[in-house]
């Protein structure tokens, strides 16, 4: 390959790499704007904590794990090692390049989709699990469970043996990370006044403007996720995959749009929000497989999905402030099978390889984290006390609060 | 033309699209803080469905409208068909390839850009236009209105033959959205208790963080905006895009500090903020054409027409929370006028076809969205009651608010 | 070098460019979040102005100061004339294609990172420096003394040819900065009430949505700052440098983590926020030589230097509302010094060259600053009065409030 087109192809990989890291302020924002105002300083210490937890846990196996190398081929698990390369891995960096991009792109871009699978989870816990308690949860979810699932495909597992196709994470990084969420919640249980005798409590974000920036923010970054998923600067297929993904996006609006409409009977901007995350979440499978129709319709049906699934697992006194499960565990499978119904990929085949490597990958997800989960609140604990719920984790966990009204005894330097 | 070019310029095509796509965001920020506190779940909603109707009209119909093709010269209407290229135009895309940048590159590139100019009403209008209303606007604008001028120039149309000059849209997109919202805003008539017997009244946005970083984030955005243009990633013409872009804006505050203290004797943020915006809009028309002198000039003349611009308006009685006609309509207007006063394209005779360029486009566009909206005004109304505007759109239209503080009943699951 | 290839070189310059931009919104969301509600418009208008000034004066002189010519080599002051190349340089700079990149790219790109430096003072003087003395002292620094240390080593003066290191500005842009706000605000002393007779009293900053924001995108940007500073799309390097970079931020989150928890024995947010910027700050110098654990190290350390350099301040009554002091002047001395301590340029010879360059450029700095400052406090003045700082200066300088909440009175044109 010529070193001009190595240089662009290795560009769009970093490029793409900056996208997704802004992700990570799209879930903040996201995650901020739909908790109670009480709860804010925690979301946003939680999530600076998960990006550096994601990206320091990766560097030590977490890409290891995922990428065990080039002469792992179809197994259940593979270890390169601890680390990646020491310093005089700059000069087999160069050497890498024979492919598309070079060792340290790769592994940049690999780190960031790795913290966001942690990511999702701390939305669908928020405003009652324990600080540290939560983080030691994402510090081994994304060292060792994400990896191994994600080597399952990414990695030259037996799924990709087995013909599983996932383009971008669906189910790799969505859906995962949505089980885990649902594992987490289940063992957690619902913050205390949500699910009454009257009836199921509504408990409104305390700030759209943040939840509509963390959308936007989101879309924004999953241009580099999905369009740095192909994994060189294709012309053809990078540019197809930001089509696909921005109708999906759009699709996922319309749907919700009309679907929340005909629940609710209002013009309900939280579901528009996460119909956009659905159709997002939806595409992400087969961003280069769809032609721009089928993105559409992909799109229509993951933001037609989320109120019904917002409304079920409320039903289910499943108890997800920010809708994390329904955006990323249910559009995930909706996307991971879309594969095997839409475009040139479309088969009965495809679509049972489909449906058992989600479940394969949900099972794995689902085990793991609530065995985890369950193993920290036998153990340190994994809820805050109801008086800490109350008053809020940012008085509770972080003795300071999100806005100036509220009381505010931080920046009090007394050394202890 | 080499792969390795190919795939550089059609990369930054595509960068340039996720950078035009965060204006969106911009918007949504800058729309959002200009607005009361009652308000803003109504500007949120209204941004994300306009980015979706935007991306799926263009699809639907736009582009073909925009760009009827390559036999087309010259004429006033043309239309290439319903829908882009089919799953088979993937190998299509391949063969397009002669040119600059993939087909599908082109098509989001300018789906971004066609969104853009819908959004510009919105600002104009907000605080009390009926939701959906709205919305059928927006849509029926962006689908016809905006595709037939912009192929006056873009799409090789009449005006492109007679010379006008509009580099990346100072009035394709600017101007052409500036006067449907002046036409929009005076079929609806002003808010409630703004113009009295005793004056103007001041009603101030609700949140000036929200604002500038809508700013910021359109500044931002304009990188691509008006670097996306150049069709390619061509060093010297994208480089001197950057700095005369910047320089124009910078250029703007100046102007803008000094009119607005001239003016009111006050360092007032707003008009800063607008200046910014009225410097990146007036060098849009020209911004391959200039040097940085003479883009310093632009700018600062577009920032010192906005506070007298704003003053204008509001003595017309055209009341646009945003100061969306001065910004986007006058320094729009001013900016393809400086085509013909600065530069190397600078004379009377293209001075003379740059205004009767943009006074063509602008009639169009003002006679069709004025009728359009009076056409849904005398059908389904475009109005609010008095009561809900009293209220808020947010609560009236949506059943929610945009902060807690605030009365909310969403998030109330019954199925009606 | 083949068109191809110095394009995507260019390309990535420019993109570069974008990044290091949006900083600017990270810069301002951050000071704004720190501060007061009552000075949060001065804090944007500050911002908005500063980008503006530092954008014109590096145009007008710092460029052609910071870069006096090839011919210039290994002195103390140099400069090339005022303005940068007139329109028949676009020629030109086609013809000093022979680098990596572009004339207009070299020169948007170092004109953002100028514009940086003014920014660091602002936040340390926030809540009680007149709007116009800032604005004077501003511009008068990024013109004249930004560019003379800068030219010291980039533009190839006499610390470049002793052999001092400094990939992207640990001590050329932070530690300079960070000198100037120490300076600044030892001549401007304390706000108001915050250190008494008592103790040293919180003054909580009003939003921490807002400062964690602006430094998710700070970090943002520092892909382009960090990364553009290569010079090149160099896959190895630019990738590297991603790499360091992000891990040095994690790294940062993390070591503040635990040394505020030591200190504090609380999980304070602005305490891990300006623990990744100390990070960031830290690798700056040394991004493109240090490996992955190198990295990791240099940041943990930065990160841990904060809450102990917060405190050492505030003991010294230096009251920086931000902290811009512990994280660019402190952590940045440190990554200067890092060069001499970790990776391949290690050694005693290097740290003596690298404390006598940071050190030397940082009492340039210093000293001009505190001269200036100090001018316009004897003239002008600098600080506003008692009444004024304890209304806010949003109300004094400004005539509005950042929230509609608060009495609000601008928009009211009534032209004086």
Redesign the interface.
Same mark, same amino acid.
């Not at 966990?397 to 009204?405: K, T």
């Given at each position: 390959m010529?070193?001009?087109?190595?240089?662009?192809?290795?560009?769009?990989i970093?490029?793409a790499?900056?996208?997704v890291?802004?992700m990570?302020?799209g879930f903040?924002?996201l995650e901020?704007g739909f908790v109670?105002?009480k709860n804010?300083?925690n979301i946003?210490?939680k999530?600076?904590?998960i990006?550096?937890?994601g990206?320091?846990t990766y560097?030590m196996m977490g890409f290891n794990l995922m990428y065990p190398g080039s002469d792992f081929e179809g197994g259940f698990f593979g270890f390169a090692g601890f680390?990646?390369?020491?310093?005089d891995?700059?000069a087999g !960096? +160069?050497e890498y390049?024979d492919g598309a991009?070079?060792?340290?792109?790769d =592994?940049?871009f690999q780190?960031m989709f790795a913290a966001t699978c942690a990511t999702i989870v701390s939305g669908a816990v928020a405003e009652r699990i324990k600080?540290n308690s939560f983080l030691i949860f994402a510090a081994i979810f994304v060292a060792i469970a994400y990896p191994i699932t994600g080597m399952w495909k990414w990695g030259g597992g037996w799924l990709d043996a087995a013909g599983f196709y996932d383009f971008a994470g669906s189910t790799i990084v969505h859906a995962v990370g949505g089980w885990a969420a649902l594992a987490a919640v289940i063992v957690l249980g619902p913050r205390k006044g949500k699910y009454t005798d009257k009836g199921?409590k !509504? +408990?409104?974000?305390?700030?759209?403007?943040?939840a509509?920036?963390g959308? =936007?923010?989101l879309?924004?970054g999953w241009?580099?996720f999905n369009?740095g998923s192909v994994l060189s600067?294709?012309?053809?297929l990078?540019?197809?995959v930001?089509?696909t993904t921005?109708?999906a996006?759009?699709?996922?609006?319309?749907g919700a749009?009309f679907a929340s409409w005909t629940?609710?009977?209002?013009?309900?901007?939280?579901m528009?929000?996460n119909g956009?995350l659905g159709g997002l979440v939806g595409i992400t499978a087969g961003a280069d497989l769809m032609?721009?129709?089928?993105a559409?319709i992909i799109g229509l049906i993951a933001g037609a999905i989320i109120p019904f699934s917002?409304?079920f697992f409320?039903k289910m006194k499943i108890d997800d402030p920010v809708g994390a499960t329904s955006v990323h565990l249910v559009c995930g499978i909706w996307g991971t099978l879309a594969v095997g119904i839409f475009?040139?990929s479309a088969g009965l085949s495809q679509l049972w390889v489909q449906l058992y490597g989600t479940l394969a990958m949900g099972a794995f997800a689902f085990v793991f984290a609530f065995a985890l989960m369950y193993l920290l609140k036998v153990t340190i604990g994994i809820r805050v006390s109801e008086e800490e719920e109350k008053t809020g984790l940012d008085i509770a966990?972080?003795?300071?609060?999100?806005?100036?009204?509220l009381k505010?005894?931080?920046?009090?330097?007394?050394?202890?």
């Open positions: 010529n070193e001009a087109l190595f240089t662009v192809n290795n560009l769009w970093l490029v790499t900056v996208l890291f802004i990570h302020l903040s924002m901020s109670q105002k804010v300083v946003l210490f999530n600076c904590m990006i550096a937890i990206l320091l560097y680390g990646i390369a020491s310093p891995g700059v !960096a +160069i390049a991009y070079g060792y340290w792109a =592994f940049i780190a600080l199921i !509504a +408990i409104p974000g305390h700030s759209m403007p943040l509509a920036m959308v =936007f923010l879309w924004f241009f580099g369009g600067a294709d012309p053809v990078v540019g197809l930001f089509v921005s109708l996006a759009a699709g996922g609006a319309v749009y629940l609710f009977k209002s013009h309900d901007l939280s528009v929000l956009i032609g721009p129709g089928e559409i917002v409304v409320d475009g040139s966990e972080h003795d300071m609060s999100a806005y100036q009204e505010q005894t931080s920046f009090n330097y007394s050394v202890k």
